[in-house]
């Protein structure tokens, strides 16, 4: 009854829509953390949490990212010296304007919208770097299909970035 309520809670208190399979991860990471910082006393790693549940890396990464409540990127901080700023003055970026910041936002969306075998593709393809036959070997299919399915994916991400 009490993870139900938890559940429950992380469901309906977030200000962003969480899907429940990225909240029940994030839980299930929640669980593990308060584990190992039970036993340890100290704040587990990303490593010891992948170990502890059984996800990767990427995915619990991910799923905490999913619950943490937003802030405006115009949110006031203070630094040690009492002086006031914004968090986008912390993070600004000479060589990057908004418009930078717009394509990178609508591109993560465009990506999040792919299937799950079309993000692990891209990912092994362009930020591991390997070739579609490696790819190919690691999903168990065949490259023609690797380079269908990247050539799609990319194709939608393209046609949602214009849109």
Request: one cysteine or more.
């Amino acid at each position: 009854m009490i993870a139900g309520e938890l559940r429950r809670f992380l469901r309906d208190h977030s200000a962003l829509r969480v899907s429940r399979s990225m909240r029940d991860t994030a839980y299930r990471v929640l669980q593990a953390k308060e584990k190992l910082l039970s036993s340890t006393g100290r704040e587990p790693s990303v490593e010891e949490l992948a170990a502890e549940t059984g996800i990767a890396r990427r995915e619990i990464v991910f799923a905490m990212d999913a619950i943490c409540e937003p802030v405006s990127l115009y949110e006031p901080v203070f630094g040690d010296g009492g002086e006031g700023g914004c968090i986008m003055d912390q993070i600004g970026d000479q060589n990057s304007g908004d418009e930078q910041w717009l394509e990178q936002i609508a591109l993560e969306e465009a990506v999040s919208r792919l299937s799950s075998r079309e993000r692990r593709i891209l990912a092994l393809r362009f930020y591991d770097g390997r070739t579609q036959t490696e790819v190919a070997r690691e999903i168990g299919i065949s490259q023609a299909q690797v380079s269908r399915l990247e050539k799609g994916a990319i194709g939608r991400i393209k046609k949602e970035m214009s849109a």
